[in-house]
């Protein structure tokens, strides 16, 4: 099925099976900026209709109730026919739920089914430049023996503008790793206990010299084993992380193993932290959402395919770690970043904001809540959350 057929070379494809009001919404947005809309079914149709395109689509739009669409398309033989592709996941009611199940799926964005709210994304999307991306020379070796996680984690690192490498098994793996432009390894458990002469992988490759950093996914339960597999003299390029985890959240742990000597001297530490947020201009009505993806404490990083401009004064409000309750905070945009390959993509598309205001008793609830989150991440004990 296909509507809006017009003169532009900008198209959304509608992934899955679309209600009458859920297209309405999606027909009025992309008519604003002149979107050809697709709508496919299943992933076999979406691959069907992209083969038979000379360009792919700017964007790919899924109902979140029916999540493992974007899943099923990015495990999909022919998924490479839609790399670089933004995929929004559209949903009547936008929740904490809503980004966990849509990150961990690969999702890059949550919108609410509306029709301004979805056309500010398409706008932004439609003004980057598709054609002729140049990924920087590092490389990111990504091994795994199951495809979809390896599709998931190089979809990340790909869209930041990295090089990746993929790989099965051990050996290809420690080959990989001693490439003079590969920069980090994400390994799995499995393939980190495969390792060479009975060592761990990542042992093996630190004891020959190895300069790369090492990630390796893995269960929370076997994490504090895999811990102990690491060599001391290591520690500054080993991590640890959470599999079930959303993929992106690799990106900063790969980032922070990189530049461990800007993290040092910054004024506070950054924290992984994932909450639903709604943010809106200063003095206007119109709230849109996004997600944080770390914080510290005078300021946050947003997760949004639609980013205000740098220098946007904001009202923000959200849930502190470790609070049971809202606060509402000023903020300044200080710098924003489009989805697209970037030559410093530390952070997926979205913005940073400085915390520049609000109430003493709110801003005294947001530093409260992550110095008790630094303090748990520092000393491993639980405190009670903060009224």
Known sequence: MESSRGGS???LVVLGLATEPFSTVVERAAKKHGYAVHYERDVASAV???ASQAEGPTAIATDLESPGAARELLNAPDAQRFAGVPILGLTRRVDDLAFEEAFSTSID??????????????????DRARDEVTLREDTIVVADADRATRMAIGRVFR??????????DASDTLAHA???KTVAVIASAAIEREGVGGAPLSRASYAEGGRAAWVINTSPREI??????????AEQRFAVHDAF????????????????PARDVRQSERLLYASSLRFRLAGRADDDCGATYNLSEGGLYVRTLAPPERWEELWIELVPPRTDRRVHLEATVVWSRRFGPSTNASVPPGFG?????????????????YQTFLDERTHGAPVPPSA
């Open 9 to 11: 070379h900008n198209s």
């Open 48 to 50: 069907a209709w992209r």
């Open 109 to 126: 964005d949550v919108c609410r089914l509306d029709e301004g709210l979805l056309a500010r994304r398409l706008r932004l999307l439609a």
């Open 159 to 168: 869209e930041a503008g990295f090089t990746i490498q993929f790989a099965m």
């Open 178 to 180: 001693r490439a003079p």
């Open 224 to 233: 504090p084993e895999i811990r102990r597999l690491s060599a001391p003299e």
């Open 245 to 260: 985890a959303a993929p992106t959240t690799l990106l900063f742990v790969v980032n922070d193993l990189l530049n461990r």
């Open 353 to 369: 904001v400085q915390l520049t205001g609000g109430s003493k008793g709110d801003l005294e609830r947001y530093q409260r809540g």
